[in-house]
Nanobody, 127 residues
Framework: QVQLAESGGRLVHTGGSLRLSCEAS????????MAWFRQAPGKAREFVGA????????YYADTAKGRFTVSRDSAKNTLYLQMNSLKPEDTAVYYC????????????????????WGQGTQVTVSS
């Protein structure tokens, strides 16, 4: 089974940019969707963005549209999250996830549909 490892989280100032990476241990199946979720202290985990690994189509939460970009490098088995214009409310642990169900259902937004998760990487945006 594929394993995921996030990296790139750190402290950044408001308005700054950051790119997170998520490396998969093996090439994700073409049936996989991969996604980014985040969880802030005291809050539920929330969807950020997702990508169809085979098609490259992307999907975003409203809070991410226009500021965040999800992409993948198939040759490196790596998922990315480019985050621009960061705000203090973006502070959270960011997780990458992979699963077949979202790709098969065409619905990428529910964390319960993803069955492989990374350990998370902390992003802190200071005001």
């Amino acid at each position: 089974q594929v394993q995921l490892a996030e990296s790139g989280g750190r402290l950044v100032h408001t308005g700054g940019s950051l790119r997170l990476s998520c490396e998969a241990s093996v090439r994700p199946s073409t049936w996989y969707a991969m996604a980014w979720f985040r969880q802030a202290p005291g809050k539920a985990r929330e969807f950020v963005g997702a990508i169809s690994w085979s098609l490259g189509a992307t999907y975003y939460a409203d809070t991410a549209k226009g500021r965040f970009t999800v992409s993948r490098d198939s040759a490196k088995n790596t998922l990315y999250l480019q985050m621009n214009s960061l705000k203090p409310e973006d502070t959270a642990v960011y997780y990458c996830a992979a699963g077949e169900v979202p790709e098969k259902n065409g619905s990428y937004f529910f964390d319960s549909d993803y069955d492989v998760w990374g350990q998370g990487t902390q992003v802190t945006v200071s005001s």
